[in-house]
């Protein structure tokens, strides 16, 4: 079992990582039993039921674990249950789930009664890879992420035995973001996936509680200093994502965010490459890294491209241009304005 206590701004986080973290768990937050309302993906209830029963005396709020969870509809459709409940100031949420959970449940969270205090459990590799920190957000007018807050979990537990139920598509998905993490920032992760990469290790023989833990410490280096996201301190912890939103728009949210994060970090890193920022060895070396992913990185064939780019374009961080986080080499990143639509569309072609 591994621990991270880490000041997020003002606000302390304190993140738990582990199998069988159940006692733990019922150990913080067992004394506030009547004010605690889980709000629980579907697919982890019978896992984690016992649990729910030991610390709420109200029914776990159970959802379905997709994108579509994070709408305006459900989330009034949740306050006004959470209202009828007669939670107030001193309630809590625990969140059980995946990232799209996470993302619901620490909005409401932050936005119920001007904010109650904020559990989560991350039961995805993606999840407990890529934990909320900072940032929770629902989706509007067919946009990602369009209505959001920054709100910090109090506790986050990281149950590594969910891991070893997860379709071996999770698995991919999540190691897109350890993957990210170790091309932005040189640290202990990077120098660990390279030995997986060498030694040509089998999944199965991957510590995940060591990839998780470090890979958080790469999240946790970039954005702790940078909480409201206006610092460009932690810009780099979306690379890759400026491409995997338009890809996400494109389909209307029915593209997996795993796949689409890392489709976009090969469009990115090859847009590095042409800009010649990588050379060609590390360009090569990027990619074999993308490779432990396991994920088949191919847009679309149908994909219309004029299109993808005015989407490009509508990303958060972009207005009239199309604005990327580049590679200037491999653990080191920038911000680049102006990349030219006929660079892009030859990159996608590229790539199908």
Not at 40 to 57: M, N, T
Request: net charge positive; with cysteine; hydrophobic share 40%.
């Amino acid at each position: 079992m591994r621990n991270i206590k880490k000041a997020i701004g003002k606000h302390r986080t304190d993140i738990t990582i582990g199998d069988n973290l159940d006692n733990n768990i019922a150990d913080v937050l067992k004394h506030s039993k009547d004010q605690n309302q889980f709000i629980v993906s579907e697919s982890v209830v019978p896992r984690f039921r016992e649990l729910i029963r030991k610390l709420s005396l109200k029914e776990p709020i159970i959802l379905k674990s997709q994108e579509c969870v994070k709408s305006i509809e459900t989330y009034t459709n949740v306050i006004n249950i959470c209202f009828e409940r007669s939670l107030n100031r001193s309630s809590r949420i625990i969140a059980i789930g995946g990232g799209n959970i996470g993302d619901f449940a620490g909005f409401l969270a932050a936005t119920y009664r001007r904010g109650i205090d904020f559990v989560y459990i991350p039961t995805t590799l993606l999840s407990q890879c890529d934990v909320i920190l900072n940032k929770v957000a629902i989706n509007m007018h067919g946009t990602k992420n369009l209505i959001g807050a920054f709100y910090t979990p109090s506790y986050v537990f990281c149950e590594t035995t969910c891991l070893k139920t997860q379709p071996k598509l999770n698995i991919d998905f999540g190691m897109s973001e350890i993957v990210k993490h170790s091309l932005i920032r040189k640290s202990r992760l990077s120098k660990l996936l390279d030995v997986y990469l060498h030694e040509n290790k089998k999944r199965e023989d991957y510590d995940w509680e060591e990839l998780i833990y470090e890979s958080l410490k790469v999240k946790i280096a970039l954005s702790q200093n940078d909480y409201f996201d206006n610092k460009g301190l932690s810009v780099g912890l979306n690379y890759g994502h400026t491409f995997a939103h338009a890809l996400e728009d494109y389909s209307e949210r029915l593209f997996p965010h795993g796949l689409a994060v890392s489709l976009g970090m090969k469009l990115a890193g090859d847009v590095s490459c042409i800009l010649n920022l990588l050379n060609h060895n590390q360009h090569l070396y990027h990619n074999k890294l993308l490779n432990l992913t396991q994920l088949d990185l191919k847009i679309p064939s149908e994909l219309e491209i004029d299109r993808f780019v005015q989407l490009l374009k509508r990303d958060n961080r972009n207005a009239s241009s199309v604005d990327l986080i580049l590679l200037k080499s491999i653990g080191s990143y920038s911000v680049y304005s102006d990349i030219e639509n006929n660079l892009i569309r030859g990159v996608i072609l590229k790539n199908r």
